[in-house]
C-alpha cells in the first residue's frame, strides 16, 4: 500500500474521536466520500465515536444522514477533510479544536490544510481515493458504502467522460460493482431523476445564454428567473455539465443569485482554458476545468467573465 495510505490507516486507528468534514455547496463525490468513510471506519471500529459533518443537501438524502455535533466537546479528536483544496471552503467544524488533521482529496493543491496530506490530482474524485483506501487495509466495506462510493465516482467523473478517468477508476468501480453485486439502475434513477422543471430551467439557459465570438458562454440567472422556474440557487451548477461537447463552447459560466447569502454562486466549466487560476481571484477554485467561485459584487461577475471570455480568446488563438 502506498505509504501515505499506510499513515491514514495507522491514525484513524489511533483516534477515538473522528469527525469528517467536506466542502460548502456539497456535491455527490463531498457526501458520498464523507458518510461512506465514516460508515467504513464504524463498521471497522465499533467503539469508535464517527461522525460526518456539515449541512444536508435534501435531493443527497439517498447517501444517508449527516451528524450534529458539537466539536468543542469532543476529546483530543482527529478530523479528516474530504474532497476540498482551500480550509475556508471546509464546512461544519471549528478547525482548531482537533487534534491531528488529514486531508484526502484530489483537487489542485493550493495550500496545506493538514498534518498528513493525501492529495492525487490525478484521481477522478475522492470516492475513488476513498474506494482505493479501503480496498488497500482492513477497512470494512459492504453494499451499503459501495453503493455511494461507486455514486461519487460516477458523479465526478460525469459518467467517466471527464479527465482522470483511468484504468485504475474501471477497476476499482469493476470490483465495486463486482464484489456488491450494485444495482446499477437503481443507484443511476437516485443520482439522476430530476423534476421537469429543472429541464425546462436547462433548456432556458440553452436559449439565453450569449456566447461571445471568443466562445465562450455565459447567464445570470436571478432571482426573478430562479423563481420562475421554481429551481434554487444550486440548480445551475447540477446541469453545467450538460453543456459539455457544445461546438462553439470552449468554456461556459452559470451564475446564480443566492438569496439567502446575498451572493452569485458561479459555476464554470472549460473544454480549453484552465479556469481554476482564473476563479482563484474571485473567492473561488477548484479543478482545472471544473471551477466555482462566490462573489458578492455583481461587477465582479462581470470581470471574471471578462477574464474567462479572454483566456477563451487565448485559447483560440493557440490553436490557429
Ligand atoms: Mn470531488
Redesign the pocket.
Known sequence: MDKIMKQIIKTISNYKNIVIARHIGP?P??VA?QIALRDSIKKTYPNKSVYAVGNMVSRFKYFGSLDKIDDKTLEKPLLIIL?VPNKSRIEGINYENYDYVIRI???PNVENIANLELVNEKSS???ELITELIYNSKLKIDKEIAGNLFL?IVA?SDRFLLGYTTPKTFKLVTKLIEDFNLNLKELYDKLYERPINEVRFQSYIALNMTITENNFGYIKLDKKIIEEFNVDSSSASNMINNFNFIKELYCWAFSSYDEKNELYKINIRSRGPIINDIAQNYNGGGHKYASGARIKDERDVDNLFKELDLACKKYKDSLE
Open positions: 456535491d463525490d463531498a466520500s474532497d482529496d484530489h483537487h474524485s475522492t470516492c461519487g465526478d
